[in-house]
């Protein structure tokens, strides 16, 4: 059974080294020509991205870019926030189809401005149990990296940083099916298998707690 796990583990790991080094690409965004494309952005995200909790909106500073491109454009294809239920998916998933962020580079120089925001610290608000956590954890550095700082050949975005409600939320809504259902999510599909690692949401507690603990 271990082996078996380990096998389809490290097939995982590379078909998604394939998928991303074909994926990865220089965003050339101009960030003062982003900036006029945020103001619609601040209502839920805020003026520096660090995001708001009441309304489900994650921090989008301190993000890598590829990243923030890559969900901005699943959610204009349907790959994301398409889920009946996934309310705030769907939420983003219309704000994401504004006229001005229909051409390559309107999204382009939207991402570059959102790069440019500060990173800020994030509250912790999740508890659990950091050395069950970082037993969990082990399987993710593959591709998030041994202190989440994410790898865009890995097309695994940083977690370091991010709103532990958010991370939680987001892996429950990939065990839901809520993410990485899309054929051509490639990143999301494999990060849905992951977490199948993580049984309980106890689990997803001390795996959390445990990546708020990293640098
Ligand atoms: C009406 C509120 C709202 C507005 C306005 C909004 N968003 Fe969002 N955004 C959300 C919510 C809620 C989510 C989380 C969706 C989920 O839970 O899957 C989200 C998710 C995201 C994500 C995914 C982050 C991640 O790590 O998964 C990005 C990137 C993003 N928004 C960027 C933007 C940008 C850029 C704009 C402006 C064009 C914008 N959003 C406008 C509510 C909003
Ligand atoms: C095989 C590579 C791989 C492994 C291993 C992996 N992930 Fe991921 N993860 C990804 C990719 C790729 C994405 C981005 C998916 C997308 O583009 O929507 C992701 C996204 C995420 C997100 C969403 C972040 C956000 O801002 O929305 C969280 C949370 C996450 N992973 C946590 C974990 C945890 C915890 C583990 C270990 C149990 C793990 N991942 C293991 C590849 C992986």
Known sequence: MKLIKAAVFSALVMASGLIASAMAQEIPGDAEAGKALYPVCTACH?????????????????????????????????ARGTVAGDMKGMQMAAMSKGP???????????????SSLPDQASAKTIQGDAAKGKTAYAVCAACHGAQGEGNEAMAAP????????YLVAQLKKFKQGQRGYDNTDHGGRQMRAMTA???TDESMHDVVVYINSLN
């Open 100 to 114: 001005q962020l229909k051409s390559p580079e309107g999204l382009a120089n939207l991402v570059a401005y959102v």
């Open 158 to 165: 940083r977690l370091t940083g991010q709103s532990d409600w």
């Open 197 to 199: 690692t993580l049984t």
């Open 46 to 78: 805020g003026v520096n991205g660090g995001g708001n909790q009441a309304l489900g909106a994650p921090k989008i500073s301190g993000q890598l870019a590829f990243y923030t491109l890559k969900q901005l454009q699943l959610f204009q294809s349907g």
